[in-house]
Nanobody, 117 residues
């Protein structure tokens, strides 16, 4: 079983920065994709950014160059700069790959990001 644990959320003022981290642990053969999603109150969960093993990255339009996704082994990061109140949400990490003989697609428990003065 693969577990995914996020960290790094918190309260930040508009214009500030946060760095989220997400680590996958367990018996992992390979990782295909690692991504960040977010869900604001009353809204559906939406993609923020995703990166694949090949290094390809995709960002949601609202990121507008403010966020950067990166990975190191089984850990994925989301550097968020120039935060605005609309970025307030619970941020979830998703990691997809394979264990021995089985694929996996695991979500973290979420980390709260609040942008407010």
């Amino acid at each position: 079983q693969v577990q995914v644990v996020e960290s790094g959320g918190g309260l930040v003022q508009p214009g500030g920065s946060l760095r989220l981290s997400c680590a996958a642990t367990g018996t992992i053969s390979s990782i295909n994709a690692m991504g960040w999603y977010r869900q604001a109150p009353g809204k559906e969960r939406e993609l923020v950014a995703v990166t694949s093993t090949s290094g390809d990255t995709n960002y949601a339009g609202f990121v507008k160059g403010r966020f950067t996704i990166s990975r190191e082994k089984n850990t994925v990061y989301l550097q968020m700069n120039s935060l605005v109140p609309e970025d307030t949400a619970v941020y979830y990490c998703n990691i997809a790959g394979t264990m021995p003989w089985l694929p996996f697609n695991s979500w973290g428990q979420g980390t709260q990001v609040t942008v407010s003065s």
